[in-house]
């Protein structure tokens, strides 16, 4: 029971009410009593002296026959007893023999000369407390009823005041344990202008904040994930690009340096230097070459797009073709453009090397007598640019993995038909910096590569 009061604010407030309001009322009572019977007494002391003074003037009329009649009277009214004294005798109005001494109250002495005698009479009054007595036993008698109504009434208006200031306490109380919880969906929305409807007001802003504040923390836990799942599939891209590298590099590094020894060595048919020299410096050059589209790729991805300009797209391609029709020749190719003339943001050094590779794998990789098409167009708002080849096509599980470093369809990195396998993964790179969106399709006889040459941001 202790227990379970220690742990209610109502029931602590309760008792707490009950035992303030019951102590204050019995006090007040006490109080009315003793103030009440002291009253009492002083304005019936007051009053009997009054009379006492009438009585004592109205005497002196009457013949000493007639003054005993009034002097009965007297003390009939105003619950007193009296004596005359005289030449005559003594003479006691009254029941003073039933009255006892604590019964007494007020007494007055006066001389009295009656109308018919000259002879002098003491008359001696005084005040019976059985008044007094009447109104202490009847206070005496109440008393147990108010108290009972004191309790009673003070048991109710402590409920219902521990009911009325205790709920709003408990709502906070309720909304104070849910934010414990890390529940912030419900607020307390108090129109109360007093502490309670502060702490109120206090509450629902703080419980405001710390749900922003913590929808911005796990907003921000997953954006650090994402960047770290990003960053872990970085590393990985980086690592297997490092591999990738060493293995391109080491195995070209190998054959020259057996070639060579071989040479130096004067080993079989290697001491015919005209022979395996040119070999030597073609495999220097396709080394050569890949180092430098390594170090381009390093350079993009350190300095980012460079210097845009405003380019016409029908002139880049002009460029372009002009650097292939030697080789578009030797293959009969049959060269169909469909360009309509506009002008990109570009980075011209970048997108020339974008628009090299994509053409440059259009006509290697194209048999003898295809077709290779370049359009320039509108659409949708849009400008779009598409190289097509014939004669070729991809196979659908290997479209997703062209983009990746030292990806060639043929497994076996015949440099012969996949190159170095960067091409690709430069065009990629270069395009991302412009943020334009691409993508290539195959079917069973061409290959369809497909710029938006706009960045996403302006759409």
């Given amino acids: 029971m202790k227990k379970k009061i220690k742990s209610s604010l109502s029931a602590k407030l309760f008792l707490f009410l009950v035992a303030l309001l019951v102590g204050i009322s019995l006090c007040i009572l006490v109080v009315v009593n003793v103030a009440v019977l002291n009253n009492y007494k002083e304005v019936s002391n007051n009053r009997f002296g009054e009379n006492s003074n009438e009585l004592y003037e109205r005497l002196s009329k009457y013949n000493y026959e007639d003054a005993k009649e009034i002097i009965t009277d007297f003390c009939i009214q105003n619950n007193a007893v009296a004596q005359l004294s005289g030449e005559d005798g003594e003479l006691t109005f009254g029941n003073l023999e039933s009255s006892d001494q604590d019964a007494v109250g007020t007494s007055y002495a006066y001389d009295i000369k009656f109308k018919d ?85 206090s509450l629902d802003a703080m419980s405001t904040k710390l749900d922003t504040a913590l929808n911005e923390l796990e907003i921000a836990n997953k954006n650090l994930k994402q960047d770290m799942n990003v960053m872990s599939t970085m590393n990985e891209q980086r690592k297997d690009f490092f591999t990738a590298v060493s293995h391109e590099l080491k195995t070209p590094i190998t054959i020259l340096k057996g070639q060579v020894e071989s040479m130096m060595m004067g080993i079989g048919d290697y001491t015919n230097h005209e022979k395996y020299l040119p070999q030597i410096m073609h495999e220097i050059e396709n080394v050569e070459y890949l180092v430098q ?68 794998n259009a006509v290697r990789y194209s048999p003898k007598k295809e077709i290779i ?73 061409s290959v369809k590569f497909t710029i938006i040459l706009e960045p996403t941001s302006q759409k």
Avoid at 389 to 401: A, D, H, M, Q
């Fill in 373 to 445: 098409t370049i359009a320039s167009y509108q659409k949708n708002n849009q400008k779009v640019l598409s190289i097509k080849n014939t004669g070729i096509s991809i196979p659908k599980e290997s479209l997703s993995s062209l983009f990746e470093p030292f990806y060639r369809i043929d497994q076996s990195r015949n440099k012969n038909l996949g190159g170095n396998g960067l091409g690709l993964y430069i065009v990629k790179v270069i395009l991302k910096l412009h943020e334009m969106q691409y993508k290539i399709q195959s079917d069973k006889n």
């Fill in 293 to 360: 589209e390594l170090l381009m790729i390093s350079k993009l991805e350190t300095i980012g797009v460079g210097t845009i300009e405003q380019r016409s797209i029908k002139e880049l391609i002009s460029q372009s073709v002009k650097e292939f029709q030697p080789l578009i020749d030797e293959k009969e190719l049959q060269l169909i453009m469909s360009e309509q003339d506009f002008t990109i943001d570009v980075n011209t050094n970048l997108f020339n090397k974008v628009l090299h590779n994509l053409l440059g």
């Fill in 117 to 201: 005698s000259n002879n002098r009479y003491a008359l001696y009054v005084m005040s019976l407390n059985v008044g007094e007595s009447d109104l202490e036993t009847a206070m005496k008698n109440l008393t147990p009823i108010i108290i009972g109504g004191i309790i009673l009434i003070s048991l109710l208006a402590a409920y219902v005041y521990t009911k009325t200031m205790v709920k709003p306490i408990k709502n906070v109380s309720g909304i104070a344990q849910k934010m414990s919880e890390l529940d912030f969906s419900q607020s307390i929305q108090s129109n109360r202008s007093d502490e309670i409807g502060i702490l109120a007001n």
